[in-house]
């Protein structure tokens, strides 16, 4: 039977692994490197890395760092943050890693989704989308990019069907209301977007506890999901949440 | 020398990053002689059915891939245990190299989303086989191969069991990556490294 994965995120700043709540107030964590290896020897089932300050800065994604977690780690991992177009997306693939995340980019060129999955295969196309509460789409949610910081007016619902239609292997959503609350996952619209596309779907924002996993996967049928702080703070272990999903009937990988 | 074959079907650096890590000499190449020189070969593959035969055919590299498969210890994963057999639904329908008897087809829509993504677990009839059964490996793939008379471990999706292993003699192939399979993957391709040629071909 087929595992639902365990994902740890890795925010990195100038190098360095940041944590922060609501894409504000970071504070330094450690080494990419270093902690994707723990992470990987962990358990984890997959990584995620996001270059969150290359947008900004209008500079590519820091290769050096892909290819040196590609040498380090024999797990998948995906990488977001400072692709502008399909040389960047080639460049991070060519490091090694195995998927590439694309947010703000695929809302302002959504034909990128369907060329990167053209030119690389859809498994390699991760959508991630940030979307917030708001009375103003149909859902109930819309998207919104550049770290929360712009409102698209798009629904959150139709973007993951239409990404998914144009080629985005699987799918990130990434509640804003829950990010860094660790008050647990938006249930009700990973649900929706689970039940709305046929790729798998990744929850992310919120996880502060096992229990927050147990019940995304149960409940909202999240293909996989994502942690942070909990585990960056050392309050919880990949094998303690892999213990608590086992326990509870979700399916998790426990070799390792 | 183990010769890791670039015929344009996806990124290699994942598999030649393995094989460093177990400190395996790899090189990685489309050069026909450099593969038939090397004592074992590596037969990755990601993407379509159709470019990937399509590849082959350009580069020159048909029958390469298939004196090599028949001659020396080879290990297909992904794309490439797909295309050592004989025909897939992927395309319309494509004709592929039929070294392995038996057919890819496409997961039935409707039961599991497609494709599988993920870590699921394997079952080998035999404990000695180089797949270890009950453990988890990572899969990647729309299309599976169907249940043969070389598969030597399966896996469920989609309310079917498919070919997660094959092996006849020292020809390896398997439909996850060993790559990215964390320890067991490493295991598993140290295990392909340490299987002496038996430069025997007989059938499943």
Redesign the interface.
Known sequence: MLKKRVIPCLDVRNGRVTKGVKFKNNVDLGDPVEMAVGYSDGGADELVFYDITASAERRPIDIGMVEAVAKAVRIPFAVGGGISCLADMERVILAGAEKISVNSLAVRNPSIISEGAAAFGRQCIVLGMDPVKSGKCPSGYEITTRGFREFTGMDAVEWAKRAADLGAGEIVVNSVDADGTRQGFELNLTRMIAEAVNVPVVASGGAGCPEHLVTVFRDAKADAAIVAGMIHSGEYSIAEIKRVMHEAGVPARMSY | MIAIVDYKA??L??VK??F??IGADTVVTRDPDAILRAERVVFPG???AKSAMENLGSLGLVDVVRRAAESKPFLGICLGMQILFEHTEEDGGVDLLGILPGRVRRFP?GA??????????VVADDPREFVKSG??Y???HSYYVEKNPCTVAVS??AGLEFTAAVRRGDLFATQF?P????????QLLRAFLNTPADGRRQSC
């Open positions: 996806g990124n650096t994942s990053n393995a460093d890590a990601v993407g379509a829509e599991d989303k497609v494709p599988q993504i993920g870590w699921n677990d453990e988890e990572y899969f990647v469920s999706y990556h790559e990215k399979s964390g320890k067991l993957g490493l």
